[in-house]
């Protein structure tokens, strides 16, 4: 009987996944060809847990993509909590993702929940990644890796599972060349 249930939810929820697909085809209004490659390339990526990296040039959109992925995802009953790299001060950015602890630093006069625990179990979307710098980098790249994260101040570990989706209108292979963006947090 365990393992019926077992097969008849994973039934309801891929029939569920195939009705959110159609109606959001249906109400999505477009004709190109191109539209039409992104959208099936949306419906093959938002059922998995896989990372996703959305490139293009500002007012394409991409934020838009991040959204209907999400959507569509089996995370969609959990949070979706954006990053906005392009507007973060570079001091800051460290608190904000993984939160503080009071004290940790001048003006930290309470603990602060960083994005990562409000994305638990959710999406967190950094829109335009490429404007994080270099030491926050490493510190991303290893919270992605380790699904760990620690708060400033904090020796604490906070096991974290979130799905991460990305965008930039920079060429992150040149970055890569210039040596501005890691290559190990882009792959």
Do not use: W
């Amino acid at each position: 009987r365990a393992l019926g249930k077992r097969r008849m939810d994973l039934e309801n929820l891929y029939l569920r996944q195939e009705l959110k697909i159609k109606d959001d085809r249906n109400t999505l209004v477009y004709e190109s060809e191109s539209m039409t490659r992104i959208m099936d390339m949306i419906a093959r990526v938002a059922p998995t847990d896989s990372t996703v990296l959305i490139t293009g040039e500002s007012g394409t959109g991409k934020g838009l993509v991040a959204h209907k992925i999400y959507q569509l995802s089996q995370r969609s009953r959990r949070p979706f909590i954006t990053v906005d790299c392009g507007t973060l001060v570079e001091t800051l950015f460290e608190s904000e993702l993984f939160g503080h602890v009071k004290g940790s630093f001048t003006g930290a006069d309470a603990n602060k929940i960083g994005k990562f625990e409000l994305a638990q179990n959710g999406t967190l979307f950094f829109d335009e990644i490429s404007n994080i710098g270099l030491e926050v980098q490493a510190k991303l790249l290893r919270a992605v890796e380790e699904r760990k994260i620690s708060k400033v101040g904090s020796h604490r570990v906070i096991t974290v599972d979130v799905r991460i989706i990305a965008a930039t209108n920079e060429d992150l292979t040149k970055a890569i060349k210039d040596g501005t963006f890691r290559e190990d947090l882009f792959y």
